[in-house]
């Protein structure tokens, strides 16, 4: 299973949109509603930031929102602040019962 | 939401086995509510899904291709946890290793509670 297609880099100024993208095939992205954002501090674990495509857990900004189509999955900023520089993962379910990630995307806010 | 405690040695020599432990409180590693997950990140290759056990009736395990022929996953009711053993491991096999709750969804694997992570060099 090959690892999910993301830029290495996108960057902002405060109070900017950026958006980032997440690239598979039919049998991850493409065929399934079940791929989840995530937002990765230096030193920390990864933090769920939207799963099921653009559904967002408790207590996650709603300036976080995720979309879909075909076989990209997209997780869109919007009002960008300093403390959101991290990297960002997605993941997908699998036709093969499994999970497979994204190669990270470090976002810089200028 | 759950509490996820990992142990285990941060330095194996190689062809040896890898074992982590993940101890769970705020929920069971025996309930329908969770999937248990185990999940790698080196900076070659990236976050890398190794594979889950879940309890639906019975229990069930998915390991990644990648580590399918030397991966195991085991759950163990009487403490409430569950384990990695990762065997014949080479200084490729060195990383930050997590292990991960998902929600009851057994397609969704969306990471809801991480464990703290635990860096682990394969050298001799």
């Known amino acids: 299973q090959s690892a999910l297609t993301q830029p290495a880099s996108v960057s902002g100024s405060p109070g900017q949109s950026i958006t980032i993208s997440c690239t598979g095939t039919?049998?991850?992205?493409?065929?399934?509603?079940?791929v989840s954002w995530y937002q990765q501090h230096p030193g920390n674990a990864p933090k769920l930031m939207i799963y099921d495509v653009n559904n967002r857990p408790s207590g996650v900004s709603n300036r976080f929102s995720g979309s879909k189509s075909g076989y990209t999955a997209s997780l869109t900023i919007s009002g960008l602040q300093a403390e959101d520089e991290a990297a960002y993962y997605c993941?997908?379910?699998?036709?093969?019962?499994?999970?497979?990630f994204g190669g990270g995307t470090k976002l810089t806010v200028l | 939401q759950a509490q996820l405690q990992q142990s285990g040695p941060g330095l194996v020599e190689p062809s040896q086995t890898l074992s982590l432990t993940c101890g769970i409180s705020?929920?069971?590693?025996?309930?329908?509510?969770?999937?248990w997950n185990w999940i790698r990140q080196s900076p070659s290759r990236g976050l890398e899904w190794l594979g889950r056990t879940y309890y639906r009736s019975k229990w069930y395990y998915d390991y990644a291709v990648s580590v399918k022929s030397r991966i195991t996953i085991n759950p163990d009711t009487s403490k409430n946890q569950f384990s990695l053993q990762l065997h014949s491991v080479t200084p490729e096999d060195t990383a930050v290793y997590y292990c991960?709750?998902?929600?009851?969804?057994?397609?969704?694997?969306?990471?809801?509670?991480w464990g703290q992570g635990t860096l682990v060099t394969v050298s001799s």
């Open positions: 705020g929920d069971s590693v025996s309930s329908n509510s969770g999937t």
């Open positions: 993941s997908s379910y699998t036709s093969s019962t499994t999970l497979v």
């Open positions: 039919s049998s991850d992205v493409g065929g399934y509603n079940y």
């Open positions: 991960a709750r998902a929600g009851p969804d057994v397609k969704r694997l969306s990471m809801t509670d």
